[in-house]
């Protein structure tokens, strides 16, 4: 792993950060955490990321929100969303904004990783 | 078997009973009308015979007197008369006045007419007898007139005898008979062998026997007529008795009659319309009873008249009145239940959604635990553990107030701070506030006092309103909830506000009606009615304003707990 790919993860559950960091950390990524949209996007204007994952519901501005913006300005990041609940509909609507991959709560972490490494590999 | 009698009988009877009073006291009285006239009748007869009596007596003393034929057919026709009348009295008042007495009277009358002819007879006697004297005397005088002395009899012992010869004929008493009888017995004595004396003495004695006779029958007459006399008066006597005593128990009856009328026909009249009407009032009163809100009274069935059906329809009506209102009130129940469970329905899709993130982050801390085992420090694996303990916790939170809310319970007051329970209700929705992308402006009043309730269900109410409210919202909105004490400070009044699509204006009036349910909303929440039968239970009102697409506010008022008062 040549190049430390840059993670950014944004979740109003502090633990979901916590433990997505930790993982992925032991595997080399660069990981940063928030529980607000709102200073995640102000940190991409100043830092490239590769990834972010995102919750889908959020109070203030929502993972659908972010999954546009970013794909918006920075349509090479790639989107993963994770969500609280199996909605069809939100799940249509973010694939239809080009989301790389949809999680439902609970999060399996392996499945994450290897979503996330399918889509680095793809980058390359 | 009681007797059964119909209003309309119950009137006829009311109306007869008087009526018939006044017509036998209308008989009787007749009756009485009548009586008295043949009472009159009778008196009147009495007094005729009475009359007739004294008339009798009155020549009777006349023939007494003059001794004649004339005044002896003058008592005849006395006696005719008498007979006359008394023979013109009916069989009726001769059982009236008395068989006995009848026939005392007739006999009497008989007696009567016989004495008279034998008085007749006798004054017929007496005046050949007197001549018979005078005839004797006149020869006695001639003899000592033509100087024929015999003796000691001289003219004016002749004279004087004939003087008292003629004051004897004309007294007929005691002195004058024995002035007379000593005389004859001088005459005796003067001159024993004189012829003429012994005819002149035998004819005075003739003289005297006869009117001893005549005194005898005139005796006889006059006890006759005495007793005639004393019938007739008897029998006046008695009949005017009678009709005495008649008029006083004739108006006694009379009087008790109208007395009884007075008395008995207003107590009648009374007790009929009494009897009419007992049974419609008891229906009024029932009637009265049931608008209060009693429906277990029941008509008793007491008369069999028209009040009968009447009362047997009121029963029925009240059966069925009860019978719909325990279906009432056992659907109210249902629908209760339903719209709680509903709620539930809704409030566990939040739920299980909230359930989600500390589920997830216990399965995270899990995974990552696992798989960082080895490079984990001990502070680090404590960490983890206590965050799954406290994502624990919260699911048991979040649990333990769905529970809390499902749970049915008995209704229990208690003095409450209102707004506890707004926060206690707040909480259960958070949730779904969070995912319908509703922001929530709390404002609680300060200084509110308490209020005295079933916490649960306020808290059910506010639910309900809440979830309504974030219905209304389908694409996110606000949320205001306000605590105030109302302007004249006896309610505390709860504002629920959201910016929602509203309520049209002809729904407004049906909101709180059960089953209404505005079209095209999914979902109803608790039901309105339910939640203001829960206020409407508290003393409380629930309004609504509402204006298509700004929203609607729906406000609670709960009157303020006054202890001890």
Partial sequence: MNKQYKIMVIDDEKIVGDMTKMTLEQDGYVVETFLNAAPALERLKEEKFDVIVTDYKMKGIDGMEVLR?????????????ITAFANLDAAIEALRSDVHDFFPKPVKIKELKASIQRALAKDK | MQLQLKIWHKMIIGIAIPSLIVLIGSIFTYEYLNDVKDRQEFVEIADDIKEDVLELRRNEKNFFHYKNAEHRDNVYNAILLLENTIKSISREIIEDIGQEDFSMLNKSVQTYTNYIDELYESYQDEIEVTEKVREEGRKLEDSVGKGKRRGGLTTSFVLNLRRLEKNYMFFRDKKSFLELNTALSELKSAAPDCTECISYKEAIRNLISTYRKTASIERKVRLTGKRLDEIAV?????????????????????????????????????????????????????????????????APLKERDETYSLALSFNTMLDTLRERENQLVEKEKELYQSKKLASIGILTSGVAHELTNPLNNISMIAQTYTELYDKLSREDRLAFMNNVQKEAERIRDIVRDLLDFSKPKEKTFRETDINTVVEKSLRLVQNMLDISNIETYVTLGAGLGTVFIDEHQIQQVFVNLITNAIQAMPGGGMLYIETRLSSNGEFVEIDIRDTGKGIPPEFLPHIFDPFFSTKGVEGTGLGMSVSYGIIKNHKGNIKVQSKVGEGSTFTVELPVYRNGA
Avoid: H
């Avoid at chain 2, 009379?254 to 107590?267: E, F, K, Q, S």
């Avoid at chain 2, 009897?275 to 049931?290: A, D, F, H």
């Fill in chain 1, 69 to 81: 913006t970013v794909k918006k300005l920075y349509p090479e990041i790639v989107v993963i969303m």
């Fill in chain 2, 234 to 298: 008897k029998i006046a006597r008695r009949e005017r008795q009678k009709i005495r005593s008649f008029i006083t128990v004739t108006n006694r009856f009379l009087l008790a009659a109208v007395a009884l009328l007075c008395i008995l026909g207003p107590l009648l009249v009374y007790k009929t319309a009494n009897y009419i009407v007992t049974p419609i009032n008891r229906l009024s009163e029932i009637t009265k009873r049931i608008a209060a809100g009693d429906l277990n009274v029941r």
